[in-house]
């Protein structure tokens, strides 16, 4: 798993071979097609380990009384975990994947706890908008912000300073106007 997530993260996917994957890894072929049924088998594999891995830290995030500081939260477990797993982003967005968050996300999705949070910022009027569109434009901005970190574009204080700026500015953009001032943060941990 650990060969084949680093050649899907820095190969062109379909440059990667079944027998280049067993090399990598001391094996056999016939040990991958045992496995994982082949290279879409492992893919899959590796996707799945993605995504339970960013469940599994989104939904670690302690919940709180005000829903925008658990977004503001649920944004910095997710820039942490692209960056403490580079190959595992990158193989899990680094092509063209879609994203639709919707009401109906499954029980280890892990868009789920930030739709939660959207939900709640929405019923308790602080932003106001579809949850799906909210959603997308901050994954949008958590993406862009991930992988230009991740291909060295971001780093030290530019990297920190971006990251709060343009997190505010997507919330402030969905705030309501009596929410509007108060999305602004000047937290150094995030």
């Known amino acids: 798993m650990a060969c084949a997530t680093e050649m899907f993260a820095t190969r062109p996917q379909e440059s990667v071979t079944v027998r280049a994957l067993a090399a990598a890894a001391g094996t056999s072929t016939a040990a991958v097609y045992t496995l994982f049924q082949g ?3 492992l893919i899959r594999e590796v ?3 993605a995504v339970a891995g960013l469940f599994r830290d989104l939904t670690a995030v302690p919940g709180s009384e005000s829903a925008l500081e658990d977004l503001y939260a ?4 997710y820039r942490h975990w692209g960056r403490e797993h580079r190959h595992l982003y990158t ?3 680094g092509g063209a994947q879609s994203f639709v968050p919707s009401a109906r996300v499954g029980d280890r999705d892990p868009v789920r706890p930030l739709v939660a949070a959207i939900d709640r910022a929405v019923a308790g009027h602080i932003l106001v908008g579809d949850t799906t569109l909210i959603a997308v434009s901050l994954w949008v901005a958590l993406h862009g912000l991930v992988t230009l970190e991740l291909a060295g574009g971001l780093d030290g204080a530019a990297a920190e300073t971006a990251f709060r700026s343009t997190i505010d500015a997507v919330l402030r953009g969905w705030a309501t106007p009596a929410a509007f001032s ?5 937290d150094p941990a995030l």
């Open 74 to 77: 649920l944004a910095a477990a």
């Open 182 to 186: 108060g999305i602004r943060r000047t």
């Open 47 to 49: 996707r799945d380990q």
């Open 91 to 93: 193989v899990l967005f």
């Open 39 to 41: 290279k879409e088998g």
